[in-house]
């Protein structure tokens, strides 16, 4: 036998060989889902990935695997957007605000004082205003899972107590990279910076910004309390998370894998919203006893703040369009007449 002929009938039985084989390891190796996100592992949003992970893991027998990857390990949330839009990566936990720039009906989420209280919140988010806006997600590359909970935001910077909106004048202010955050907090008077969350806790350690704001369960979670000083109870905004997953990668799936994924991301939905409301209703007496100073608006500078940010509403009605807008605040009308 020739060289020639001797390497054809080498190729021939490998090629003879290769696709029973790779059949074989697909069903040996598990689907390995990276799942990114950006707070620390000792945190609402890392429990939640954690338990996701364990349900997926369970449901589907060992054959999808899921590997959380948080702390920003994989880049800040807009970097990670992009990575499941290319197929780089499987799934991701972040904020809806960081998503505007590729869906702009996320922005619906940043209208200050939308929502008043977790009932409120669960009803709009998981009924057809929240599901309106997640069907805007796989025409742009991601598909959108579910809702958790980010929370209520509330202020916090190194400078001076903030009692009445002129305390926030020149305080440089980090802002998520979202432009209703940076017009709404132009608006009150403070010096608005966007920065990514990854570098917020250096930004504020090295006074590169004095101020930010998140939830509670974040500003401990974060540790934002060894690096400011002073906590202002606004409830300016709730702020939802959204589970992603890279549709590039979700079209590939089978219908019972999809459908462990979003049996796994309800249950993961159900648990975090639980554990952060739990978290957040002891987080002030924890942030107190870590030294913070902790104020409450008066009313009457409460209703100032509140007249301020509200201005920011007709834009957004503009940007999500006025019959998503309407049919929002129709359902919230709905939703507050439920007893
Ligand atoms: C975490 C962020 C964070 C958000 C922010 O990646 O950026 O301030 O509140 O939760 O999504």
Same mark, same amino acid.
């Given at each position: ?37 950006? $707070? ?10 954690? $338990? ?104 916090? !910077? ?6 009445? $909106? ?77 589970? @992603? ?15 462990? @994924? ?32 902790? !104020? ?27 019959? $998503? ?15």
């Amino acid at each position: 036998m020739n060289l020639v002929r001797r390497t054809l009938i080498a190729a021939a039985t490998l090629a003879a060989l290769s696709t029973p084989l790779a059949s074989l390891a697909q069903d040996i190796k598990p689907r390995l889902i990276r799942f990114g996100y950006g $707070l620390n592992e000792q945190s609402n949003q890392g429990r939640a990935v954690k $338990l996701f992970a364990e349900q997926v893991e369970k449901a589907s027998g060992g054959k999808m695997k899921v590997r959380a990857i948080g702390a920003a390990a994989l880049g800040p949330d807009t970097q990670m957007q992009q990575a499941l839009i290319g197929g780089a990566q499987e799934m991701m936990v972040g904020s809806t605000a960081t998503l505007v720039g590729i869906t702009k009906e996320m922005a619906l989420w940043d209208t200050p004082f939308l929502i008043n209280n977790g009932k409120e919140a669960d009803a709009l988010l998981d009924g057809p205003v929240g599901q309106k806006v997640i069907a805007k997600l796989p025409e742009k590359g991601l598909v959108g899972l579910v809702y958790w909970e980010n929370g209520f935001r509330n202020l916090t !910077n190194s400078k001076r107590p903030v009692t009445r $909106l002129e305390d926030l004048d020149g305080i440089k202010l980090r802002v998520m990279q979202n432009n209703v955050f940076l017009d709404s907090f132009k608006t009150l008077g403070a010096n608005a910076v966007p920065l990514p969350f990854s570098e917020l806790f250096s930004a504020l350690e090295t006074k590169t910004v004095d101020g930010q704001e998140n939830p509670f369960n974040t500003i401990l979670s974060s540790k934002f309390y060894e690096v400011q000083k002073y906590l202002t109870v606004t409830n300016h905004v709730y702020s939802p998370w959204i589970v @992603l997953v890279s549709k590039k990668w979700w079209d590939g799936l089978s219908k019972d894998e999809q459908k462990v @994924l979003m049996d796994a991301a309800q249950v993961s939905r159900d648990f975090e919203r639980k554990d952060t409301r739990e978290e957040a209703g002891k987080a002030l007496a924890d942030l107190k006893a870590k030294g913070m100073q902790i !104020n409450e608006l008066s009313p009457a500078e409460s209703a100032r703040m509140r007249d301020k940010l509200t201005r920011v509403n007709a834009s957004i009605a503009a940007n999500v369009g006025m019959d $998503l807008w309407n049919e929002t605040q129709a359902e919230l009308g709905k939703i507050r007449a439920r007893k």
